[in-house]
C-alpha cells in the first residue's frame, strides 16, 4: 500500500471512529482509533500530515500506552509538535526569565541529541535558577524532561563558596624535621553540616487517572517526599512510576464532598507548574477512609509554604 493510500486510509478510518477531522488529532482521537484496529503505521503517517497536535505530557503518555497505543505513535506525536512549532503553527510561550534557555531551545529544535545538550548545560560555569516561567517556556518549546532535570539540578554555586585561586608554590629548600610536640585537638566551632532532608513515604495511596468521563483507578503504591523530589512508585508496575522536581511543585488541594455529618475529602491533587496535575487517593476511600491523603496535605504545607493550597468542596 503506497503512502498515499495509509493517509488516505487513516483519514477514513478516524472520520468514522472518531467523527472528526484529521487535522484536528486529539488523544482521545488516537485511542479510539487504535482500539478500532487502525495499525500502528497508519496512525503515525496520519500523526505526520496533521496540522494540530496536544502536547504530551506524563499524563497523556501514560494514558496512551495504558490504553495500548505503540510507543512508535506517541513518539511521532511528540516530533510532530516540534516541527509544527519550529514553522510557527503552534504558539509559541513567553519570553523565559533566564536569556540563556532561548540557546537551549534552538539546540533542541535543530535535532541536537539530548546527551550533547546536558553536556552543554554541565559545562555552564554560571548555574540554573529556574523560575516557574523558565520551566513552562521550556514545556510549551518541546524541550526533553531529561535536558529541564540536568537544568534544575546543576544550580549556581553558593555564595562564599567559589573555588579559589591555584597559587603557584617554589620549592624550598627542605629543612629538619621539628621535634614533636603534643597537639591538644579543641572541638570545632564550626557550624555542623545540614542533616539531608529525610525521605518521607505514604501509602498506601492509589493514584487515578481519568479516562473519558470515568475515573479509572490505578493500582496501588507510595507517594515518596524528598531529596528535591515528589514521586509516585506503583506496587505493580514501574512503567506507571512518575516523579517531578519539588521546586516545580505549583498548587496542592483536596477535594471533598458535602454531606449532612461535614465535609468528607476523598483526593489529594498536586499541579505542577509543566501543567501536569497528579490524584491520589486513600485505598479505602470508597468507606471514607482519608487519613493518609491528610496527612500528606498537612505534610506539604510544611515543607513548601509557598505553594498554594485549598480544600475544595462540592
Known sequence: MSARSLILAAVVSLMVVAGAAAAELT???????????????????LVRVADALPAIGA??????LDAGVPRAVVDAVKLRRLELERKGT??????????????????????????????????SEQGYDLSVNDIIYLK??????????????????????????????EPVTPTPAPRPVEVVMQPSRSAP???????????PLLRVTKKAAVIRTSSQGRVLVGDGKIEFRDDSKQKRDVSFFDKALKKVW??????PNGDVCFEIRLKTALGDTYRFRDVDWKDGGNAQIQTLFETLKGLYPKVKYRVKSS
Open 254 to 259: 483536596l477535594e471533598c464532598e458535602r454531606n
Open 27 to 45: 488523544v482521545a482521537d488516537l485511542i479510539r482509533a487504535h482500539e478500532a484496529g487502525v495499525s500502528a503505521d497508519v496512525l503515525v503517517q
Open 90 to 123: 503552534v504558539a509559541s510561550s513567553a519570553e523565559p526569565d533566564d536569556r540563556r534557555l532561548v540557546d537551549v531551545v534552538r539546540l533542541v529544535q535543530a535535532g541536537v541529541s539530548e546527551k550533547v545538550v546536558i553536556e552543554q548545560v554541565q559545562r
Open 59 to 64: 499524563e497523556e503518555e501514560i494514558q496512551m
Open 193 to 203: 553540616e545540614p542533616a539531608p532532608q529525610p525521605i518521607l513515604s505514604f501509602g
Open 140 to 169: 510549551d518549546n518541546l524541550v526533553p524532561t531529561t535536558v529541564v532535570s540536568a537544568l534544575l539540578q546543576h544550580r549556581p554555586v553558593a555564595p562564599g563558596r567559589e573555588p579559589q585561586p591555584v597559587t603557584r608554590v
